[in-house]
């Protein structure tokens, strides 16, 4: 395990369909965390886990988000009834659990179009 | 309101040609300012981390500095493969819970 792993790379959906993604964290990391990242802007904070407890969410993951992260290993996000704003790139990214304040390591990221 | 700034939006260098990138924040109480490269379609990659004023970090041709109110990413002799958007974020009080309040990038170009 090298990195951190986000399935699938690339979601084509149409509006009102629903979407999940996953996304595997570095095998030691106890945090993880989802952000979301629109062309030309900064990536945007969503959510996080510490082991399998969501301990924040952003104002901006509105009830159509949900976030899941089962004993503490993989996380999934799911988008309900999708918009065409919610076209971006989602990145999933992991930290160690030691400190509260330690860097982070993103996946690729999944990139979503609503059509 | 927590905030980081980025500047300059856009760098255009020739190879070999020295700059600095800078990224100014004002967070109620800085607990760590992290430097992110970003190729395009891709996810950040981590460069740096900074925790205190004064501190300075370097990887190859990159050097970070941090005072009480920006930080500077130094490119020295840059190449064409330096290309990318760099990033800065922060992390501020507890209240944060750990996350990161990211910058806009400043996306860098280096000409052969």
């Known amino acids: 395990d090298t990195g951190v792993s986000q399935n699938p790379r690339h979601k084509i959906t149409k509006r009102g369909q629903n979407v999940t993604f996953r996304c595997d964290p570095i095998s030691e990391h106890n945090r993880l965390y989802w952000y979301r990242q629109t062309l030309g802007q900064g990536p945007e904070f969503l959510t996080y886990?510490?082991?399998?407890?969501?301990?924040?969410k952003s104002r901006l993951l509105s009830d159509r988000f949900s976030a899941e992260r089962p004993k503490g290993s993989f996380s999934t996000l799911e988008i309900q009834r999708t918009e065409q704003g919610d076209s971006a790139m989602y990145l999933c990214a992991s930290s160690p659990g030691s400190k509260w304040f330690t860097e982070a390591f993103f996946g690729q990221g999944t990139r979503l179009t609503v059509v | 309101e927590d905030q980081v700034t980025q500047s300059p939006e856009a760098l255009r260098l020739q190879e070999g040609e020295s700059s600095s990138l800078n990224c100014s924040y004002t967070?109620?109480?800085?607990?760590?300012l992290f430097w992110y490269r970003q190729d395009p379609g891709k996810g950040p990659e981590f460069l740096f981390t900074?925790?205190?004023a004064g501190e300075e970090k370097e990887k190859e041709r990159l050097k970070a500095t941090l005072t009480k109110k920006e930080s500077f990413l130094h490119i020295t002799a840059p190449k064409p493969e330096d290309s990318a958007t760099y990033l800065c974020?922060?992390?501020?009080?507890?209240?944060?819970?750990?996350?990161?309040?990211f910058g806009k990038g400043t996306k860098l170009s280096v000409k052969p």
């Open positions: 886990f510490q082991n399998e407890a969501q301990l924040e």
């Open positions: 967070v109620s109480g800085l607990r760590g």
């Open positions: 974020a922060v992390q501020a009080d507890e209240r944060s819970q750990g996350n990161l309040i």
């Open positions: 900074l925790y205190s």
